[in-house]
């Protein structure tokens, strides 16, 4: 299935949920936080929510500065 990962198409099998993309991608466990199409998703639902064919995921990575 097809889906945008930070405004890049990316491939993704189906049935991947968050916390598979986020292993994948060897993601720290903290400072990070997951939204697809535009909601943000708890970290609690990271092994239940799937992944579908289109959606839009944006990563963010916590960062220090000003």
């Not at 097809?2 to 930070?6: E, S």
């Not at 720290?28 to 929510?49: K, L, Q, Y």
């Given at each position: 299935m097809?889906?945008?990962?930070?405004n890049e198409t990316a491939n993704l099998n189906e049935g991947t949920t968050v916390a598979t993309l986020a292993g994948s991608r060897n993601l720290?466990?903290?400072?990070?936080?997951?939204?697809?199409?535009?909601?943000?998703?708890?970290?609690?639902?990271?092994?239940?929510?799937k992944i579908c064919d289109g959606d839009d995921i944006v990563i963010l990575k916590a960062f220090c500065g000003g």
């Open positions: 097809n889906v945008k990962i930070n720290p466990e903290r400072g990070i936080a997951i939204a697809i199409n535009n909601e943000m998703v708890p970290r609690g639902e990271w092994a239940v929510r």
